[in-house]
């Protein structure tokens, strides 16, 4: 990703690797276990959090270099409160950096930072093992506050019931459209996935170049499979997914998409990349695509005018409840370790709900809705939009499907091995399926899931 659209604070998610598997005596005890974010939680019993003993001192915060801006602001709001403010990655693109460091601090009993900022979704999946993170929901933060959320915000934070990271923001998937060709053209925005393939036949027939949507991105599944109800990636325990990529769900969108490839209304290049930016970025009709799209990809990389671009609820399939996908986000982790409790708590409580940040600051959709609502009223006022975006992003926050599930492989680095080539090669996604399937068991199988299928 380049470092522009890395603004979006958009995660990206990356294969987690090692096991940072043991005991840490005296400071705080969990089980061993893994966890997942589908839905509600997971099965186990983290044991009970012993707090490490509360020296006061400087709080050590990470942050990305888009999360900065939050740790200075907080600063300087709070200029009693003594901070160490240290910028690394974020974990993009799945570096796996945070847990590298977190299994080197272990060893050597010291260095853990207090509060944690990730790009990732599934942080969790080690680090409750491992014993870095505190439970939230067990007396830190109230459950008045934590009720703020989105609802299935902070599933990929739950382990049994208990809480143990907040998400920063939302990436739920909607329809961004170019409202002033749809009105020139005398199109309808499409309601139904239905509706959505027949437009994009009309186009490929009397707008030949112009798109309606791109399947090129190593997040195509997560927008596209995971709004579809597929069931690629259904974690259904600490170590346990199901995977069924075959079943009418995936292969109705798949079809879609292969129909729309072949008429070369959908692009099979990445929005990110230099090219799509040179050569695609002005044949946009429709793109289905995650809350960041708005600012980081019209207004910020394309440089699209003012007053074209709108907002709708994603296409749907008849008959069934609403369902988006979710391509980001970015997660919150507090420390057990910390001998600053009180102080990082706060932190963490600011900077995840004030609406100072949340709502003025930060480029991407809060996942919590207090501050969401300034968010929303910011962007509306700025006069990009041709359209109130209010609406279909919150509905969209609410409608993220939660049988696609945050395990420690990554869905993306699987697609972008398996299907991307063959897609660039001129395979159908449609015959792909099974490939995909066996690809997705494999790579979870090598991180010690039992695959169901």
Request: aromatic fraction near 10%; proline fraction near 6%; glycine fraction near 10%.
């Amino acid at each position: 990703m380049t470092a522009k659209v890395r603004a979006d604070g958009a995660r990206r998610s990356g294969k987690v690797r090692g096991r940072a598997a043991f005991a840490l005596g005296g400071v705080i005890a969990l089980a061993a276990l893994t966890a997942c974010g589908n839905g509600g939680g997971t099965s186990g019993t983290p044991q009970s959090f012993q707090r490490a003993r509360q020296t006061g001192g400087p709080v050590t915060v990470w942050v990305d270099s888009t999360r900065l801006a939050a740790a200075q602001t907080y600063q300087k709001q709070h200029p009693s409160v003594k901070m160490n403010i240290v910028t690394y990655d974020g974990d993009a693109n799945g570096s796996n950096y945070l847990q590298t460091k977190v299994s080197l601090f272990n060893r050597t009993r010291k260095g853990w930072p207090d509060v944690v900022f990730s790009s990732q979704n599934n942080e969790v999946t080690w680090a409750v093992e491992s014993g870095f993170t505190a439970p939230l929901n067990k007396g830190l933060i109230p459950k008045s506050t934590l009720d703020g959320w989105a609802p299935g915000a902070n599933s990929p934070c739950t382990v049994n019931g208990t809480l143990y990271c907040l998400r920063n923001d939302l990436a739920q998937t909607v329809l961004w459209y170019n409202a002033a060709l749809m009105k020139k053209w005398g199109y309808k925005v499409p309601a139904t996935w239905q509706d959505y393939q027949a437009l994009g036949q009309r186009v490929a027939t009397e707008h030949p170049g112009y798109l309606v949507g791109s399947a090129g991105d190593n997040f195509a599944p997560e927008i596209y499979m995971w709004a579809s109800k597929c069931g690629a990636n259904q974690i259904t325990g600490p170590k346990a997914v199901t995977v069924h990529t075959t079943g009418p769900n995936c292969t109705r969108m798949a079809s879609l998409l292969d129909a729309l490839v072949e008429n070369h209304s959908m692009s099979t290049s990445s929005v990110l990349s230099s090219d799509f930016d040179k050569n695609q970025a002005d044949k946009v009709l429709m793109l289905p695509g995650p809350s960041w799209f708005g600012g980081a990809l019209f207004q910020g990389t394309f440089k699209t005018p003012a007053h074209q671009i709108a907002v709708a609820p994603m296409p749907q399939w008849p008959g069934e409840a609403p369902a988006a996908g979710n391509v980001g986000g970015g997660t919150w982790l507090l420390s057990a370790h910390s001998t600053n409790l009180k102080a990082a708590t706060d932190f963490l409580t600011w900077v995840t709900t004030a609406s100072d940040y949340q709502g003025e600051i930060a480029p991407g959709y809060p996942a919590y809705a207090p501050a969401a609502k300034t968010w929303l009223a910011k962007q509306t006022s700025s006069g990009y939009y041709a359209n109130d975006i209010t609406g279909p992003l919150q509905a969209a926050a609410g409608q993220v499907w939660s049988g696609w599930g945050y395990g420690q492989f990554s869905q993306e680095a699987i697609w972008a091995a398996k299907v991307t080539p063959g897609m660039t090669s001129g395979k159908t996604i449609v015959s792909m399926l099974p490939a995909w399937q066996d690809a997705i068991t494999n790579y979870a199988r090598s991180d010690g899931y039992k695959v169901s299928q």
